[in-house]
């Protein structure tokens, strides 16, 4: 018998799964040429040449029992210290090797801090839209995720709302930015706002509230968006990084958390984070990817591709009269349903063999979610159909 949460968890299908699962389905009988899956977040450019290279040079040059053997827990000594100086150089901070614990992933990441610092029953506040494994994530360590509505129609964080929202219960706020799935960037002033509301609130509650940051998509970036470094506006809060959008390695399992010298306790709070990352089974991030990502922290995948789909995107949807909130980062659109009900929305541009995510799967009913990290080829293909379904609801 498998425990209740699990069954939840089962029966609880991902709606992007499910929409992807769709596309494949149909892509036998009609050719996958003809299906327009805009579902998942799978980078569509390739990785860095340097980073082939380096795994080359690591096979031929490296001992083989070292190159595949298990680290440190917290990763290897000279790759967390190249991460923090590659940190201090780009966002002025003051990481050193000890405050980067290497991970497997954001996912791994942000599962290895919540381990550390989650009690059954604290609150994890988030605000809507947000990834849907944030439910997950929360629910194995049998914490509480607390959503707070969208703020439409920036999808800025609702800052009067957090104030009403944190209670002594709540032990973290988790955030996201570049935003997966509405493509927005939070403000300095967001950020700024942020910092002031959880240290009025942890002065009220005398304890901490760690901010939270997972930032997988932070250097997809399009028209001169900055991304604003969070720890330097926040003491309590774990940078959680990941290399799967930037190098284009999702399957590798690489990121990292860091810990700023500013937290509270900050090495007993990394050394809880390392023996968390054991207890939970990652043992350690990957041995070859941790040597091959230090090689490659000055490379990123080409970002061009994804500016230019996002252009296509932008100008087609709204020429077909569609509403869409203008992603500033990460590779995706949020557009707003024609029609309330988002669900349905979805189901009507399958007809078209458009492969949409709704909102309501992200806390944000009203709105869809299009992946454009696909073949340019496709976005301008689509475009027809897009046409065809914005005639469907008189736009
Ligand atoms: N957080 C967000 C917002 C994501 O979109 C994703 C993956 O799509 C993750 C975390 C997980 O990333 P990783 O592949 O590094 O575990």
Not at 287 to 316: F, P, W
Request: aromatic fraction near 12%.
């Amino acid at each position: 018998m498998l425990s209740k949460q699990m069954e939840k968890a089962v029966n609880n299908r991902s709606a992007i799964r499910e929409i992807f699962e769709y596309g494949i389905n149909l892509g036998k009988e009609i050719g996958y040429e003809n299906v327009f899956d805009f579902s998942l977040g799978n980078p569509a450019t390739p990785a860095p040449k340097k980073f082939d290279e380096t795994i080359v040079k690591l096979e031929q040059t490296m001992d083989p029992l070292k190159l595949h053997g298990y680290t440190d827990n917290a990763g290897i000594m000279d790759v967390r210290a190249a991460v923090a100086e590659n940190l201090n150089k780009r966002f002025g901070t003051d990481f050193e090797a000890m405050s980067i614990i290497m991970t497997v992933g954001a996912g791994g990441a942000i599962n290895t801090v919540l381990k550390a610092v989650l009690d059954p029953e604290d609150e994890v506040i988030v605000f809507a839209p947000y990834f849907s494994e944030y439910d997950n994530y929360v629910n194995n360590f049998y914490g509480k995720l607390v959503k707070i509505e969208p703020n439409f129609p920036t999808f800025q964080p609702n800052l009067d709302a957090l104030k009403k929202t944190i209670t002594p219960k709540t032990k973290a706020v988790l955030i996201n930015t570049p935003n997966n799935p509405s493509g927005v960037v939070y403000s300095e002033e967001s950020i700024k706002g942020l910092a002031e509301v959880l240290r009025e609130k942890q002065n009220e509650y005398g304890h901490e509230i760690y901010l939270i940051s997972d930032e997988p998509y932070r250097e997809l970036l399009y028209d001169g968006a900055k991304h604003y470094f969070i720890s330097k506006y926040y003491e309590n809060t774990f940078v959680c990084y990941s290399f799967s959008k930037s190098l284009s390695l999702p399957g590798e399992r690489i990121g990292y958390i860091a810990v700023p010298k500013i937290m509270k306790d900050w090495q007993h709070v990394a050394l809880a984070i390392k023996t968390a990352t054991r207890i939970l089974g990652f043992v350690n991030a990957p041995a070859l990817m941790q040597m091959a990502v230090k090689e490659c922290l000055e490379e990123q995948s080409d970002i061009t591709y994804y500016a230019h789909n996002r252009q296509i995107l932008l100008d087609g949807l709204t020429k077909c009269g569609f509403t869409c909130t203008k992603p500033e980062g990460a590779f995706y659109l949020f557009l707003k349903s024609p029609i309330a009900d988002d669900v349905a929305f979805c189901e009507t541009a399958k007809k078209y063999n458009l492969m949409l995510v709704n909102g309501s799967s992200f806390g944000c009913p009203g709105y869809v979610r299009i992946s454009y990290c696909v073949a340019t080829d496709k976005i301008e293909r689509s475009m027809e159909k897009f046409a065809l379904l914005a005639k469907e609801y008189n736009l």
